[in-house]
């Protein structure tokens, strides 16, 4: 079964400094992956995805993960955030072998910025 | 367009209690879903739908039941409100073919 492990539960970084937010996942095939971002009382929005090809994958508000087969990691990073970069992400894996589609999500990972 | 949307945003009710949970895409999707939300545990499947007319049990369906009766639409219900219902519910929609879910708003339900 596939699973997804978000290593931190709660992460703070000051405003500038550089992010890095751990996801791990555990799938038998070559996995779908993705990171959304739930501002506070917002959905979830898609920031970026993997599938194929090049390793690393940019995204949306200048965000970019990397896929690392052998780590089984798909780790979300930014040079700099931003005070609007608070939020909490979430990791997770798609299989679309399965009739519908299945999305696994991590706990989450809530990041706070400090000015 | 509107993308994904769900009504009633907020909602209180008594163990016992039934209410029903609207979700409306307008996206054409062939695929509608349903999350509950909790503290530390990210988003749990309740129920899916690969089309209209037809819908299947996901990770926790329990206590749930769901309908769509036309594409756009996906509705779920609570029979028989308890408090371990008490969550943050997320409606999304994928398109045939695609790989990403697109998410509702979201609706914080309490259970008292």
């Known amino acids: 079964a596939q699973s997804v492990t978000q290593p931190d539960i709660h992460i703070t970084v000051s405003e500038g400094a550089s992010l890095e937010l751990r996801c791990n996942y555990s799938y038998g095939a070559t996995p779908y992956l993705f990171w959304y971002v739930q501002s506070p009382g917002q959905g979830l929005q898609l920031l970026l995805k993997?599938?194929?090809?090049?390793?690393l994958v940019q995204g949306i508000k200048g965000f970019e993960a990397e896929f690392k087969r052998s780590q089984s990691s798909f780790n979300l990073r930014k040079p700099s955030v931003h005070w609007s970069d608070a939020a909490e992400y979430f990791c997770?894996?798609?299989?679309?072998?399965?009739?519908?589609?299945?999305?696994?999500f991590g706990q989450g990972t809530i990041l706070t910025v400090h000015p | 367009n509107a993308g994904v949307t769900q009504t009633p945003k907020f909602r209180v009710l008594k163990t016992g209690q039934s209410m029903t949970l609207l979700c409306a895409q307008d996206m054409n999707h062939e695929y509608m879903y349903w999350y509950r939300q909790d503290p530390g545990m990210g988003l749990r499947l309740i129920h899916y739908?690969?089309?209209?007319?037809?819908?299947a049990k996901g990770e926790v369906p329990d206590g749930y039941n769901v309908s769509r009766l036309k594409k756009q639409n996906f509705l779920l219900g609570l029979e028989s409100a308890a408090p371990s219902q008490t969550s943050v519910y997320f409606c999304?929609?994928?398109?045939?073919?695609?790989?990403?879910?697109?998410f509702g708003p979201g609706t914080r339900l309490t259970v008292l």
């Open positions: 739908s690969v089309g209209e007319g037809t819908t």
């Open positions: 997770a894996v798609g299989e679309f072998g399965t009739s519908y589609g299945k999305l696994t």
């Open positions: 999304a929609s994928r398109g045939s073919g695609t790989d990403t879910q697109y």
């Open positions: 993997y599938f194929s090809g090049d390793t």
